[in-house]
Nanobody
Framework: QVHLVESGGGLVQAGGSLRLSCAASGRTFSGYTMGWFRQAPGKEREFVAAIRWSGGSTWYADSVKGRFAISRDNAENTVYLQMNTLKPEDTAVYYC?????????????????WGQGTQVTVSS
């Protein structure tokens, strides 16, 4: 059974930085895609960034491109989301998710396993 645990959320001022971590366990993730999504109050869950576990190809939502960076540590089975130049509109619960495919996807329904989420709050 795949298990994902996020950490690293918190309160930060606008313009600041945070790094989220997602510890993955339960299987070998070769051939999988790892993604970060976020959900603000009253809004739909939206795609933020994703990375192919093998090869490391990445893709991003336009709203975070140039500010956020996704990476992975194969030895630690951990995926990171480095968030820089944070804005109040980045405030949300951030979720780590994974799907058993390398095909590029930004749709939450296409991800099979989810973590519990970590709160990120950016004050103005």
């Amino acid at each position: 059974q795949v298990h994902l645990v996020e950490s690293g959320g918190g309160l930060v001022q606008a313009g600041g930085s945070l790094r989220l971590s997602c510890a993955a366990s339960g299987r070998t993730f070769s051939g999988y895609t790892m993604g970060w999504f976020r959900q603000a109050p009253g809004k739909e869950r939206e795609f933020v960034a994703a990375i192919r576990w093998s090869g490391g190809s990445t893709w991003y939502a336009d709203s975070v491109k140039g500010r956020f960076a996704i990476s992975r540590d194969n030895a630690e089975n951990t995926v990171y989301l480095q968030m820089n130049t944070l804005k109040p509109e980045d405030t949300a619960v951030y979720y780590c998710a994974t799907r058993s495919s390398i095909i590029r996807s930004t749709a939450p329904r296409e991800y099979d396993y989810w973590g519990q989420g970590t709160q990120v709050t950016v004050s103005s």
